[in-house]
């Protein structure tokens, strides 16, 4: 059965940092395409892409927003991945959930990603940036 589980959300100040895991069971991160998404407070609807990680090369992308503040990674050994958060800001506040995708990160270079391209999702973990 495959799970995602997020952790690591918590409440900081703008300008701190945080790091996300993503612990993932019933399947290997190898050919696999991980995501991190965010949905903000009061906009269940709207599902921002932030960052992703082809498992077999290590290949990362990032949406514009998080460019330079937030950092893709992953631990095979650990079957984990994480996301790495720096210099966040109220707009970062929000649930944010991994997902898998099966095969490449297709399209993330270019026009970025989105919900539907993901078929597994965690329960999602809670950040809150305040000024």
């Known amino acids: 059965q495959v799970k995602l589980v997020e952790s690591g959300g918590d409440s900081v100040q703008a300008g701190g940092s945080l790091r996300l895991s993503c612990s993932a069971s019933?399947?290997?991160?190898?050919?696999?395409?991980m995501g991190w998404f965010r949905q903000a407070p009061e906009k269940e609807r709207e599902w921002v892409w932030l960052a992703a990680i082809y498992a077999d090369d290590d290949r990362t992308y990032y949406a514009d927003s998080v460019k330079g503040r937030f950092t893709i990674s992953q631990d095979n050994a650990k079957n984990t991945v994480y996301l790495l958060m720096n210099d966040l800001k109220p707009e970062d506040s929000g649930m944010y959930y991994c997902?898998?995708?099966?095969?490449?990160?297709?399209?993330?270079?270019?026009?970025?990603?989105?919900?539907?391209?993901?078929?597994?999702w965690g329960q999602g973990t809670q950040v809150t940036v305040s000024s």
């Open positions: 019933g399947f290997t991160l190898g050919g696999n395409c």
């Open positions: 997902a898998r995708r099966r095969g490449y990160c297709s399209g993330a270079g270019t026009q970025g990603l989105q919900r539907k391209n993901f078929g597994a």
